[in-house]
């Protein structure tokens, strides 16, 4: 059996990471001969070495055997040049089965092209929705489970999404999450960082970034000497830090609704606590070209980061006193770490992970009212650790089962 497994950005490493894993376990147990051939087709979508090639290396992921170089552009561009590049490769290794995961637009790219060239597609973490068809992320999910075969799913809500949109019930198996194995895998490895070293190795030294001549100003460096007593508190004692994380473009993409969250976070959130932001390139850009940047850089208490790594990121969710994100993953690891988590969207794909559910995640949007509220209450919250249903660490296992033993006749 040959496997061609689709990765195009971050949160797809982290899933085809145990998923890579089992396949080599399930060959160590069986004949050279009839061992799983697997190939790892890495888009290109994240191209940034700090966004990319860091979580290859952290996570133990043999490079891709083949990248396809799609790199930045439109929703668009990234499907369209993803799936003429990926049809020659489908076409001259001719695999049995496509994995794809999650649903970034290599997910959509892969499923749609697989199912043209007649080859059985998996998709791994199937059965989320939204319920916002704004979101391009609600599309590539929708297009992706209509057209694969076997549709894994990491709760029995996303089963039942599945079914109320008439997937038959044979394509449909509930494995548990695959996140969760990543992060049974590597958390004493994260537990053994410390926060000073992650805050020194990742520390947003250089704060001012060329854009255009229009938006070049003089920014003042980041006043160093909070950065050494944050450093020296957390080397003696528990810190007490918030994290945050925004990317989305729902919340930075318009100033009147990204400078009241800034303002936020600069002028009420830091004179309760450190602030730790591990800051995307997108936010960052707009945060300059809105005249915000100033303001977040030289703003007491708040503590820049480039990206950081899987473990780094691990850690600091560890300690926190609460998270702040509009990340789908996030949402997920802090409900089994236990950390309140503020999701600032309006909707997630991942109920399951809300308090009213038993997790650690309140939806608050980005309205300023209901993020003050909720931040003011959940910040004096005490950790809940939650086990959804077989989000136990083994799901990659069950998720190379379930290929093995599909019959792609059930039900006809």
């Not at 439109?74 to 499907?79: C, D, I, K, R, S």
């Not at 369209?80 to 076409?91: D, F, P, W």
């Not at 988590?341 to 991942?350: A, D, K, M, S």
Request: charged share 25%; glycine share 6%; proline share 5%.
């Amino acid at each position: 059996m040959k496997i061609l497994s689709i990765v195009g950005a971050r949160p797809n490493f982290m899933k085809i990471a145990p998923f890579i894993q089992a396949i080599s376990a399930y060959n160590q147990t069986i004949p050279i001969k009839t061992r799983i051939r697997h190939i790892l087709v890495h888009t290109g979508q994240h191209y940034d070495d700090r966004m990319s090639k860091k979580f290859f290396e952290e996570l133990n992921i043999p490079g891709a055997d083949i990248n396809l170089g799609i790199g930045s552009g439109t929703h668009a561009e990234q499907v369209g040049y993803t799936m003429i590049e990926l049809e020659k490769v489908i076409r001259h290794e001719k695999p049995n089965w496509i994995v794809v995961c999650g649903d970034v637009n290599a997910t959509l790219a892969a499923s749609v092209t697989g199912k043209k060239e007649w080859v059985k597609v998996c998709h791994i973490e199937a059965g989320l929705r939204s319920g916002d068809s704004q979101m391009p992320e609600e599309i590539n999910r929708l297009v992706t489970d209509r057209l694969s075969d076997l549709l894994l799913t990491p709760d029995r809500l996303s089963g039942q999404n599945l079914l109320n949109e008439g997937i038959p019930d044979y394509k449909i198996k509930f494995v548990g999450n695959i996140m969760i194995d990543t992060l049974e895998a590597n958390y004493y490895k994260a537990a053994k960082l410390k926060i000073a070293d992650i805050i020194n190795s990742n520390l947003l030294e250089d704060l001012s970034e060329d854009l255009t001549n229009k938006h070049q100003r003089s920014i003042p460096k980041k006043i160093w000497q909070d950065v050494e007593l944050l450093i020296s508190k957390s080397e003696k004692s528990h810190l007490n830090f918030a994290i945050l994380t925004m990317h989305r473009p729902s919340n930075v993409d318009r100033r009147d609704i990204l400078e009241p969250i800034i303002n936020f976070i600069c002028d009420e959130i830091t004179q309760d606590m450190a602030l730790l932001w591990p800051i995307h390139p997108r936010t960052q850009k707009r945060l300059q070209e809105f005249g915000l940047w100033e303001k977040v850089s030289s703003t007491k208490n708040l503590i820049l980061l480039h990206p950081i790594g899987y473990h780094e990121m691990l850690r600091l969710n560890m300690d926190a006193t609460i998270m702040l994100t509009d990340s789908g993953g996030l949402q997920e690891e802090c409900t089994v770490l236990g950390t309140p988590c503020l999701t600032l969207r309006w909707n997630t794909e991942r109920p399951i992970t809300l308090h009213e559910n038993g997790g650690a995640s309140i939806l608050v949007g980005n309205d300023l009212n209901r993020i003050r509220e909720e931040y003011q209450k959940r910040r004096k919250f005490p950790r809940k650790p939650v086990r959804p249903e077989l989000w136990d660490g083994q799901t990659a296992g069950r998720c190379l089962r379930a290929i093995l033993e599909f019959n792609y006749n059930v039900g006809n």
